[in-house]
């Protein structure tokens, strides 16, 4: 490869040619590209493609399809540039006041670029994809949008609205200014804790009350000729006071349990019951419309 050659596929150089190329004039830029524009823009667009220049990128290897380029770049731009508008978004814009009248004279900026200057031609502008900024401005009034658009997203309508316009549209000359109104401030929720841990310590509470009355009726049911610390009955063998005695232990032992499984229970709710945290009354939306375009819920318990 001679030095020419090399040169040539520099990046730098590349691009150098290309944007050389981009901003001659139009009288100029009518002329058949050389081999050398024909190859920097091939490269050029190839890189702007890649960063997601995807509007730059169609206009460079337009540049480079024109049949004066050596046939094989050529070839790879006609194909490059026709894959580019498949894939690139389009958008078409308009812009409407607060009763939905149209407002033509409105301009667009795009990541603060302008991009139309008015909107009664209802044409569509092709956009890179990703985020953007959208910034629509009526006699001194804007107002913005943030919108991201994704490959091969054809005629999306992006709507800027103007809520209050300084003065009549219709009358230039009118530049009376609304009275501003301040929302009104949201009311403190209404806050609950949740009801079923509470259920629960309650029951708990109950189960430990039926556990302490079979240990009171289990204890109060001893024989009297019985005593439950020595387990011992003052009574001939087989004597009914035995099984009495078994049987009123029996009982208690069950209160016993009864008791603890409460205690256990009733605790265990209410540690539950305390740890949640408050939690607002679920609210039902009715509609109030107000003097703007769109519809304030306003929250009803």
């Not at 990541?111 to 502008?125: E, I, M, N, P, W």
């Not at 259920?199 to 019985?226: D, E, Q, R, W």
């Not at 009123?248 to 949640?276: D, E, H, K």
């Amino acid at each position: 490869m001679n030095l020419h050659a090399a040169l040539l596929r520099s990046p730098f150089v590349a691009s150098l040619a290309a944007l050389t190329w981009a901003a001659l004039p139009a009288t100029a830029a009518a002329a058949a590209p050389t081999k050398e524009q024909c190859v920097a823009s091939h490269g050029l667009g190839q890189d702007l493609r890649e960063k997601g220049q995807l509007v730059q990128a169609r206009k460079t290897f337009l540049a480079c399809a024109q049949a004066s380029c050596p046939g094989v770049v050529q070839s790879d731009c006609a194909r490059f540039s026709e894959e580019i508008e498949r894939i690139t978004p389009s958008v078409s814009f308009a812009a409407r006041d607060a009763k939905g009248a149209d407002l033509p004279s409105a301009s667009v900026y795009v990541d603060d670029q302008l991009v139309a200057t008015r909107l009664d031609d209802g044409k569509s502008y092709d956009i890179d994809p990703g985020r953007h900024v959208v910034r629509f401005v009526q006699e001194g009034n804007e107002t913005t949008l943030k919108i991201v658009l994704s490959q091969g997203e054809k005629g999306r309508s992006v709507l800027g609205t103007f809520a209050d316009l300084h003065g009549d549209v219709s009358n230039p000359s009118s530049k009376s200014t609304p009275a501003a109104s301040s929302p009104p401030s949201p009311a403190e929720p209404d806050t609950h804790r949740p009801v079923l841990p509470l259920v629960i310590a309650v029951g708990g509470a109950a189960v430990l009350v039926t556990g302490v009355v079979l240990i009171v009726v289990g204890t109060s049911s001893v024989p009297s000729n019985c005593s439950l610390s020595s387990k011992e009955c003052s009574a001939a063998p087989k004597d009914p006071a035995f099984d009495d005695a078994r049987g009123a232990v029996m009982l208690s032992n069950v209160g016993i349990g009864v008791a603890s499984a409460g205690a256990a229970i009733g605790l265990g709710g209410l540690i539950w019951y305390l740890a949640s945290p408050a939690q607002a009354k679920s609210a039902r939306l009715s509609p109030s419309y107000t003097n703007g375009p769109g519809i304030q819920y306003v929250t009803t318990f």
